[in-house]
């Protein structure tokens, strides 16, 4: 009878897949010699009914389950293994992964239930633990592991020594396993920089993919068209060979589709980057970049390496080239940071203009660095996951839900990319980005409108009636603010409906529909090959907005997909049209294509 072993994985999304079990599946098939060990992988998701996860694991009838841990989903994979246990005892259970390889000996004390733990890099390990599993090999021979004996003595086996990546199977042979998920691809491990928050800093040891590899697989998922790639790789360009004869690859060979994510340090950026950088399709690569802090004192203490003003100049150089997106993060909680450093990293991290930024909160990770100092820094963090930052010395609890505020107001007015418009005019009544994000936090707070599920529409409406009420906000023009509420309503979808602040019809029906039976006007002309009115009418939407609002809109917009005629006087007050194109949309915001005009 056929031992059988389920590799299990429970994902934070859907969409996501879990790599590790993946890996670990393909190299143990491809070293195990007979076909007496079944391997199969189930992937859940932590908002799973765990009862019938639960019941999916107890059904698989295996020998061994093992788990794939995070810090996301420890606290589901200990509920899930100790009902497991109760109800198939004769059942093995192992886990593994980053949230276990460093506090081993407590978790095994702690829950009789799991039999033994994968320390670290898991790929030959898991492969000579099948072979101990179907008792042709002895327990302690296989490094990298801590386990428990028949007695219930624990035991700490020696390390694994590292592999070489080319050694790592490449997994996505087979697509349909993949259907509708995200593929995460690694060419790397380890990490040189030893950030004291993060677990990469412990191995310092970088490896490598060789390139011959990288660029066969690199061409399988062009070839096959999937729709995102995401590296894995901790920094990606901290070879700067490396990374630059990947981005060179794809940008040659690029199939007009794939999204590649790379996560990356801003600063070691170079001209040579950049002038790849300048010929990519929009939307070709899309960079992640940890900023954290920027408060000198933060970024030494967290033993950090970072050229704060390279990091802004190079990320202004890639915004305006319009076509690579970029995602930057800061971490709240960080040593020698107060609520007034951070208020000065957020609005630093704001200039640099970055298409999303991701306000985080630190996580207290077992085997880091940061966890060591926890009373140096009178550091209070939750016991259970995701182990968030409560306070520390230099920031109070009070401090932190002041922050999670405008985290909320950040993730919903500006990484939402649906007030690109609206929100600069907000800020012009502003000394700072932070203090209008936190302002419109208190705002929803007095109104008890934290924890509403919103339509689309009613958050426009929410930041409408914030700026009205906002005593501090003086000489606030309506007619500007409606605009540009509308403009940035209209600019992401042709809207069937007219918004609470625009009831009445824009332009009168006869001159709208005479416009495009007349194909446009002198400054716009629409007809071409196959021009149908009707057609043009239903996936084009004409806005009124006053020349004083254009000014605005221009100031956001980029030439590609925002076209102005050069009549417009910004001085002026005077009726201007807004032409908003759905079939021509920018591949980055997914905005339409705009026209303004002056008249029609």
Known sequence: MRMKIVLTALNAKYVHSNLAVYDLEAYAKEHLKNDETELMIREYTINHNLDLILQSLYQEKAAVVAFSCYIWNIHEILTIA?????????????????????????????NVCIEGIIQGEGEVTFYEMTKVWSQKADVDRVAG???????????????????????????????????????????????????????????????????ELVERELQFFLDHRVPQVKFIDRTFNCKREHSLAIW???????????????????????????????????????????????????????????????????????????????????????PYEDFITFRKSFDQA???????????????????????????????????????????????????????KVEEMVEVYYNSDQFAHTIPYLLSFYPSAFSFY???GDYYEANDLFGIGFKRE??????????????TITDLSMTVLDDLLTYDYYLRENAKSRPAWRLEEPIDKIVYQQFFKNAGTDEVWLMKEGYDSKVAARTMHIEPVSSKSVAWILAEGTS??????????TNEDKTCYCLFDYGKRNPLSKDAGVKILTHL
């Not at 009902?83 to 978790?107: M, N, Q, Y």
């Not at 020696?158 to 080319?166: F, G, K, N, W």
């Not at 950090?304 to 690579?324: D, F, P």
């Not at 009613?458 to 005593?471: G, K, N, S, V």
């Open 458 to 471: 009613a958050r426009y409406e929410a930041l409408r009636q914030f700026a009205i009420a906002d005593p």
């Open 82 to 110: 100790k009902e497991l246990h109760k109800v198939a005892p004769d059942t093995r259970i192992w886990l593994g992964g980053p949230e276990v390889s460093f506090d081993s000996e407590r978790l095994l004390q702690e």
């Open 350 to 404: 704001y200039d640099m203009k970055p298409d999303q930024l991701q306000l985080g909160f630190l996580k207290v990770l077992k085997g880091s660095y940061m966890e060591e100092q926890v009373e140096a820094y009178d550091l209070q963090y939750q016991d259970y996951q995701p182990y968030e930052v409560l306070c520390t010395k230099w920031i109070s609890y009070d401090e932190i839900l002041a922050l999670k």
């Open 560 to 569: 590609d997909y925002l076209q102005s005629a050069d009549a417009v006087d």
């Open 145 to 211: 592991i801590m386990y428990r004996d028949e007695t219930g003595m624990i035991h700490q086996n020696p390390p694994r020594a590292i592999m070489s990546l080319d050694d790592v199977p490449f997994i996505y042979k087979d697509l349909a396993r993949f259907r509708n998920k995200i593929l995460y691809y690694e060419t790397s491990r380890g990490c040189p920089f030893s950030c004291s928050y993060c677990l990469s800093s412990i191995d310092k040891r970088v490896r490598f993919r060789s390139m």
């Open 248 to 334: 060179r690859y794809i940008t040659e060979h690029d199939n007009g589709i794939t999204n590649f994510h790379f996560e990356i340090s801003a600063d070691l950026l170079g001209e040579e980057e950049l002038e790849v950088f300048r010929h990519m399709r929009p939307g070709l690569i899309q960079l992640e970049i940890g900023l954290q802090s920027t408060n000198p004192e933060t970024v030494k203490e967290i033993h950090r390496t970072m050229n704060i003003e390279k990091v802004k100049k190079n990320m202004l150089a890639v915004h305006a080239m319009h076509n690579i997106h970029q995602h930057l993060d800061l971490i709240a909680g960080l």
């Open 438 to 440: 936190a302002a419109l």
